[in-house]
């Protein structure tokens, strides 16, 4: 399993940023997919999930009316639109996919940086 995040950076409040996941080695379509962030001196949070046809999502409430998860199983992706983006968004943001495999279940990708300041 392979998951590899791109699109984070430096964005004003109130901007906003899509981030793109890439995945491989696995089954795509066959999993749900996660965004999870976690922001300086705290823990990993999950911020939104997508289920494997990607009829199904579940949101934070701090994603909730401002963050859209979606998919493409033809081309194995996975994305997060972040809209009215705030300081506290601001967080190393990171790919999950939990799939058996012979290394465990659980998958990350090496996370990509958002930062929400003036």
């Known amino acids: 399993v392979q998951l590899v995040e791109s699109g984070g950076g430096l964005v004003q409040p109130g901007g906003s940023l899509r981030l793109s996941c890439a995945a491989s080695?696995?089954?795509?379509?066959?999993?749900?997919m996660s965004w999870y962030r976690q922001g300086p001196g705290k823990e990993r949070e999950l911020v939104a999930t997508?289920?494997?046809?990607?009829?199904?999502?579940f949101y934070a409430n701090s994603a909730k009316g401002r963050f859209t998860i979606s998919r493409d199983n033809a081309k194995n992706w996975v994305y997060l639109q972040m809209n009215s983006l705030k300081p506290e968004d601001t967080a190393v943001y990171y790919c999950y996919a939990r799939v058996p495999t012979g290394l465990g279940l659980d998958h990350w990708g090496q996370g990509t940086q958002v930062t929400v300041s003036s």
């Open positions: 997508i289920s494997s046809a990607g009829g199904s999502t």
């Open positions: 080695g696995f089954t795509f379509s066959r999993y749900a």
